[in-house]
């Protein structure tokens, strides 16, 4: 069974930092990602690792503040969250891809086929 489990979620003040883990079991993945959604508004691209080359990708919204990584070894995959604002208010999901590689998907939802259960993250002002 293939499973993705988050952690690392809370509350924060306005320029605190988080990191944000997400552990994979059930097979490996050659793309991870982290989605958030907001209230009312849709999901939206946080950040991806490709497994093969440890490329990143980010939304240009965190670009700066926030770094992914991964652990092959323990197939997990943090996001490290500095500089945190309000609007960085949502809940953030995990998300892995089982391939083929597709350069160029790595911001769009449908590229991947196994999401967490998602954990919250407040910025308070």
């Known amino acids: 069974q293939v499973q993705l489990v988050e952690s690392g979620g809370g509350l924060v003040q306005s320029g605190g930092s988080l990191r944000l883990s997400c552990a994979a079991s059930?097979?490996?993945?050659?793309?991870m990602g982290w989605f958030r959604q907001a209230p009312g508004k849709e999901r939206e691209f946080v950040a991806a690792i490709r497994r093969a080359t440890l490329d990143t990708y980010y939304a240009d919204s965190v670009k700066g503040r926030f770094t992914i990584s991964r652990d092959n070894a323990k197939n997990t995959v943090y996001l490290q969250m500095n500089s945190l604002k309000p609007d960085d208010t949502a809940v953030y999901y995990c998300?892995?891809?089982?391939?083929?590689?597709?350069?160029?998907?790595?911001?769009?939802?449908?590229?991947?086929?196994?999401w967490g259960q998602g954990t919250q993250v407040t910025v308070s002002s």
């Open positions: 998300a892995g891809d089982r391939g083929p590689w597709r350069s160029g998907l790595q911001m769009v939802t449908t590229t991947y086929d196994y």
């Open positions: 059930g097979r490996t993945f050659v793309a």
